[in-house]
């Protein structure tokens, strides 16, 4: 597998990345007889291969350069991509929160580079399936580009296809929807996941978040949250510690909530609209009251 964390020295056919002064990179393939090109000169990828991990190695014009694996933050952030991609900011937070690991089915759409494609299969596992769709051939082309590239591309179903005509699979663990209107496929979402299965959505402004909120409440999805991830760096100089210059202030807003199954007991009632599950014209009175209590 070219991207093998638990090696300890390159190998050709391994991805890595090289790392120069002021933090210049490149992930690059090892291949025989292969030359990375950088301003700083030439790095035969011969004097790379059979290296430890971590080594310091120097360019024809004798620059430094520091060989290591890339991480997956590395890999995601640097990716080759004719989309939006996922960043591991938010990225972090939805395999944590979503509970996706080792050996689970989870699924995804729009497929769009692979950057969450990426972030699924490294986090489900050899055991594990990602099914991911998107309408584009020549975005679909590009993310299985980006898997393989990685060695990740067998634990991954490509589909090409509509999310308006539904999916094939059903009791998916978890579902990734990554598309501007995802209020038009919750239906077909819910219909794929397994019942209290985990839903999850980015989305760049309140008022697509907004109209999705009504979405999965009338389509019994519950236990709603919406959040978003700020995360600031700081400058690693302990004698002058402080947040670096410039951030990136906002990605998108997360939306997550549970596929439920409820009862027509009129005991489970107060659950249910605790939990967010009555569509809004059920709830009526309450409704008016929350909202007049937010102003
Ligand atoms: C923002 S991109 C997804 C980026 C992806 N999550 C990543 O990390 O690289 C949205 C993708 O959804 C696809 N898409 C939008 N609507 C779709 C639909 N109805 N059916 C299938 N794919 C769709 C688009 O073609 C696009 O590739």
């Known amino acids: 597998m070219p991207w093998n964390l638990n090696s300890t020295h390159a190998q050709a ?15 690059i393939t090892l291949v025989p007889g292969g030359e990375l090109h950088t301003h700083r000169g030439i790095l035969k990828h011969d004097d790379l291969i059979g290296r430890p991990w971590g080594s310091q190695v120097f360019s ?75 309408r584009r051939p020549e975005f679909q082309q590009l993310a299985r580009k980006n898997l393989t590239r990685l060695g990740l591309e067998g634990r991954v179903d490509f589909k090409l296809g509509d999310i308006l005509d539904g999916f094939l699979e059903t009791d998916m663990d978890a579902f990734f929807l990554d598309v501007p209107n995802p209020w038009d496929y919750v239906v077909q979402v819910r219909a794929a996941l397994k019942p209290g299965g985990f839903f999850c959505n980015l989305v760049p402004t309140f008022n697509q978040v907004e109209t999705l909120l009504y979405a999965l409440r009338r389509t019994l999805f519950a236990f709603i949250e919406v959040c978003e991830i700020m995360l600031r760096y700081y400058k690693p100089e302990p ?31 107060d659950l249910l609209k605790e939990a967010g599950a009555l569509g809004l014209e059920e709830k009526g009175e309450d409704e008016d009251a929350e909202a007049e209590s937010d102003r």
Do not use: C, W
């Not at 056919?13 to 992930?27: N, P, Y």
């Open 60 to 134: 024809h014009q004798d620059s430094p350069f520091f060989l290591l694996q890339p991480s997956l933050a590395d890999v995601l952030t640097e990716l080759p991509r004719n989309t939006q991609i996922m960043y591991p900011k938010d990225i972090g937070f939805i395999l944590s929160t979503m509970s996706v690991g080792p050996g689970q089915r989870v699924m995804e759409a729009g497929t769009g580079s692979g950057s969450m494609t990426i972030a699924l299969a490294y986090a489900v596992g050899p055991e594990g399936r990602v099914v991911t769709y998107e």
């Open 13 to 27: 056919g391994d991805i890595a990345q090289l790392v120069g002064l002021r933090h210049k990179h490149f992930i």
């Open 239 to 269: 004698t002058r510690l402080r947040p670096t210059d410039r951030m990136v202030a906002h990605t998108g807003f997360l939306t997550f909530a549970r596929r439920i199954e409820p009862s027509n007991d009129a005991r489970g009632r």
